[in-house]
């Protein structure tokens, strides 16, 4: 399997000496298509095969001698502004560049529906897709559909900002590199901490109710069994609890969404057999691997240590430690009964969401056979998303597009349209426009009072294609109150327990093994969240576990994780190579 998987990848992720668009048959199908369609309302139709199309750089200086128009889609939040040139974001770029967009603006809940129609329908496409947010199966479809086109000699020749980027950080540029070695979509980066720093080294942290062990006068657990004689402890003085601090409802000592990503308890288990837990667990797209040190891809379900904690697990869940409706409950009553404070431990991204900061801390790794935390997969290289902003072949002047496109990767662009702006006409900014200590412009994060910084951002932000660097804290943009102490807590409570040294990149598979990799995964997901639900309910045997080793291996494992295999091979090589 993986001979030929490594002849499909050719020359890894590096350019390939063809590297022009080889789509040409599906473009022309596409230019056919377009010019039938267009053809009843004595519409021209322009197409780009994907040629690149130089222009001479002057005629990019910005701004514009002449007004220019481009057109674009976008997505925006509901109940947010929905004319995206009426945001001061907007705004400005308009004046500093002399391009206006005509834009198609769809509200996130539609978007998914109505971008997939839009782009298989040439009479509504635009010469780029602002927030795309394409899927690589989708990149990949749409690429041989001749609907868009390949951008990596664009981004060399007119993408100065984003250049710069992939030069200091070489590791986006092949992320975003297909296995022909063309860039189909531009990126969005948000580096907040990097490595075992990241902010997105880990999703589900546990939280433990300081409040409650300070009354019981209990020390923070350290162990898998301290841990267990402090629920118990919350279980066995439940009414005083409730007496203490006015709770109404009963005390439940743990609770969390079981096989639902950061709301999942699956941190815990971390320190049973090697230590490496089960954290790529996403509730839909879960892939549950680990790569040991040695550069081996293998599934984190079925090792002994993931058996020994489920078993552990199961054993709280008799004592009645557990919540009962961890199961099945959805977000809004989880949330309901964590602001209620009827919690010992929760999980979130940020307990905030679940009950309050002052009264709880993050809860340690925990020591069962070792002491390690495993950092989630594709978190080294901080927030990333490779199909944020698509040119399409209906582009007259793709190298104008992607020079404007450009500009959303400068320093003090990028974190406006992440975050939010400055100098709105409202009563709340996200961003003060001051100075570093070198005396130049430097967005400062506003305080907002009783205002939701989430409202805030949605109502300023405008999301697409940009790029936040660690080094840009401090120097353009300060960081936000609520990714520090998120910062903080990780460097204070998880990253010395990291003892792993790698974690699966974000690799681009072709369109074939995008294919079979979401075909396997699916059983393979599907049986793992089922067994891990049952068995922490109501335990198992070593007869089930050997029955569901022989049930993963029947959907294919052997395969799924050669898969894997093959393409981290090929990623590390082409790493190696760009550090030459």
Same mark, same amino acid.
């Given at each position: 399997?993986?001979?030929? &998987?490594?002849?499909?990848?050719?020359?890894?992720?590096?350019?390939?000496?063809?590297?022009?668009?080889?789509?040409? *048959?599906?473009?022309?199908?596409?230019?056919?298509?377009?010019?039938?369609?267009?053809?009843?309302?004595?519409?021209?139709?322009?197409i780009n095969d994907g040629t690149f199309r130089p222009v001479d750089e002057a005629e990019l200086e910005f701004p514009l001698k002449e007004k220019t128009t481009l057109t674009g889609m976008i997505s925006y939040p509901a109940n947010t502004e929905s004319e995206p040139n009426n945001r001061t974001i907007f705004k400005?770029?308009?004046?500093?560049?002399?391009?206006?967009?005509?834009? *198609?603006?769809?509200?996130?809940?539609?978007?998914?529906?109505?971008?997939?129609?839009?782009?298989?329908?040439?009479?509504?496409?635009?010469?780029?897709?602002?927030?795309?947010?394409?899927?690589?199966?989708?990149?990949?479809?749409?690429?041989? =559909?001749?609907?868009?086109?390949?951008?990596?000699?664009?981004?060399?020749? =007119?993408?100065?900002?984003?250049?710069?980027?992939?030069?200091?950080y070489p590791e986006y540029r092949t992320m975003c590199t297909d296995v022909n070695g063309h860039i189909w979509a531009l990126p969005w980066i948000e580096q907040l901490g990097s490595g075992k720093t990241a902010i997105q080294s880990v999703g589900n942290m546990s939280f433990i109710n300081k409040k409650w062990l300070?009354? &019981?006068?209990?020390?923070?657990?350290?162990?898998?069994?301290?841990?267990?004689?402090?629920?118990?402890?919350?279980?066995? +003085?439940?009414?005083?609890?409730?007496?203490?601090?006015?709770?109404?409802?009963?005390?439940?000592?743990?609770?969390?969404?079981?096989?639902?990503?950061?709301?999942?308890?699956?941190?815990?288990? +971390?320190?049973?057999?090697?230590?490496?837990?089960?954290?790529?667990?996403?509730?839909?797209?879960?892939?549950?691997?680990?790569?040991?040190?040695?550069?081996?891809?293998?599934?984190?379900? *079925?090792?002994?240590?993931?058996?020994?904690?489920?078993?552990?697990?199961?054993?709280?869940?008799?004592?009645?430690?557990?919540?009962?409706?961890?199961?099945?409950?959805?977000?809004?009553?989880?949330?309901?009964?964590?602001?209620?404070?009827? =919690?010992?431990?929760?999980?979130?991204?940020?307990?905030?969401?679940?009950? +309050?900061?002052?009264?709880?801390?993050?809860?340690?790794?925990?020591?069962?056979?070792?002491?390690?935390?495993?950092?989630?997969?594709?978190?080294?290289?901080?927030?990333?998303?490779?199909?944020?902003?698509?040119? *399409?072949?209906?582009?007259?002047?793709?190298?104008?597009?992607?020079?404007?496109?450009?500009?959303?990767?400068?320093?003090?662009?990028?974190?406006?349209?992440?975050?939010?702006?400055?100098?709105?006409?409202?009563?709340?900014?996200?961003?003060?426009?001051?100075?570093?200590?070198?005396?130049?412009?430097?967005?400062?994060?506003?305080?907002?009072?009783?205002?939701?910084?989430?409202?805030?951002?949605?109502?300023?932000?405008?999301?697409?294609?940009?790029?936040?660097?660690?080094?840009?804290?401090?120097?353009?943009?300060?960081?936000?109150?609520?990714?520090?102490y998120r910062l903080d807590w990780i460097k204070e409570y998880y990253t010395p327990d990291m003892n792993k040294e790698y974690v699966y990149p974000n690799i681009f598979m072709s369109r074939e093994d995008t294919e079979r990799f979401s075909n396997l995964q699916a059983d393979i997901h599907k049986e793992i969240k089922?067994?891990?639900?049952?068995?922490?309910?109501?335990?198992?045997?070593?007869?089930?576990?050997?029955?569901? &080793?022989?049930?993963?291996?029947?959907?294919?494992?052997?395969?799924?994780?050669?898969?894997?295999?093959?393409?981290?091979?090929? =990623?590390?090589?082409?790493?190696?190579?760009?550090?030459?």
């Amino acid at each position: 399997m993986r001979n030929r &998987l490594s002849d499909r990848l050719g020359n890894g992720f590096g350019y390939k000496s063809g590297r022009r668009y080889g789509k040409r *048959t599906a473009a022309l199908a596409l230019t056919m298509c377009m010019a039938v369609s267009l053809a009843g309302c004595g519409g021209k139709v322009k197409i780009n095969d994907g040629t690149f199309r130089p222009v001479d750089e002057a005629e990019l200086e910005f701004p514009l001698k002449e007004k220019t128009t481009l057109t674009g889609m976008i997505s925006y939040p509901a109940n947010t502004e929905s004319e995206p040139n009426n945001r001061t974001i907007f705004k400005r770029l308009q004046e500093q560049t002399n391009v206006e967009i005509d834009w *198609t603006a769809i509200q996130s809940d539609q978007w998914p529906d109505k971008i997939s129609l839009n782009m298989s329908d040439p009479n509504k496409l635009t010469d780029f897709i602002f927030s795309a947010d394409f899927t690589d199966s989708n990149l990949l479809k749409y690429a041989d =559909y001749g609907a868009i086109i390949p951008v990596e000699e664009y981004i060399d020749a =007119y993408m100065p900002n984003l250049k710069a980027a992939f030069d200091k950080y070489p590791e986006y540029r092949t992320m975003c590199t297909d296995v022909n070695g063309h860039i189909w979509a531009l990126p969005w980066i948000e580096q907040l901490g990097s490595g075992k720093t990241a902010i997105q080294s880990v999703g589900n942290m546990s939280f433990i109710n300081k409040k409650w062990l300070d009354f &019981l006068d209990l020390e923070i657990p350290e162990t898998v069994d301290e841990f267990e004689e402090v629920l118990i402890a919350f279980r066995d +003085n439940a009414s005083e609890l409730q007496k203490k601090f006015g709770i109404e409802g009963s005390i439940i000592p743990m609770s969390c969404m079981v096989n639902s990503g950061n709301e999942d308890m699956g941190i815990l288990i +971390n320190g049973f057999g090697e230590g490496y837990g089960d954290v790529d667990k996403d509730k839909n797209n879960g892939r549950h691997i680990v790569v040991t040190d040695d550069q081996e891809v293998i599934c984190c379900a *079925t090792q002994e240590g993931y058996k020994e904690g489920i078993e552990w697990l199961h054993k709280l869940y008799e004592e009645d430690l557990i919540d009962p409706e961890a199961f099945t409950q959805e977000w809004s009553t989880y949330v309901s009964k964590g602001k209620s404070g009827r =919690y010992g431990v929760c999980f979130s991204w940020d307990v905030g969401n679940i009950d +309050n900061l002052k009264d709880w801390v993050p809860l340690p790794v925990l020591t069962a056979d070792t002491r390690n935390l495993t950092p989630e997969n594709g978190s080294f290289t901080s927030g990333f998303n490779r199909g944020r902003c698509v040119v *399409t072949s209906v582009a007259e002047n793709p190298a104008l597009v992607c020079a404007w496109l450009d500009q959303m990767y400068a320093p003090l662009q990028s974190p406006q349209n992440n975050w939010g702006t400055y100098g709105e006409d409202d009563d709340f900014d996200i961003f003060e426009m001051g100075k570093n200590a070198d005396g130049e412009d430097m967005l400062k994060h506003a305080p907002l009072g009783d205002a939701s910084p989430v409202e805030v951002r949605e109502a300023e932000a405008v999301g697409g294609p940009l790029a936040i660097l660690d080094e840009y804290y401090d120097v353009y943009v300060t960081c936000p109150d609520d990714a520090q102490y998120r910062l903080d807590w990780i460097k204070e409570y998880y990253t010395p327990d990291m003892n792993k040294e790698y974690v699966y990149p974000n690799i681009f598979m072709s369109r074939e093994d995008t294919e079979r990799f979401s075909n396997l995964q699916a059983d393979i997901h599907k049986e793992i969240k089922a067994k891990k639900a049952d068995w922490i309910m109501n335990g198992f045997t070593d007869k089930d576990w050997e029955k569901y &080793l022989d049930k993963l291996e029947a959907y294919g494992l052997s395969e799924y994780l050669e898969l894997f295999q093959g393409y981290l091979d090929s =990623y590390n090589a082409s790493m190696a190579g760009n550090n030459k």
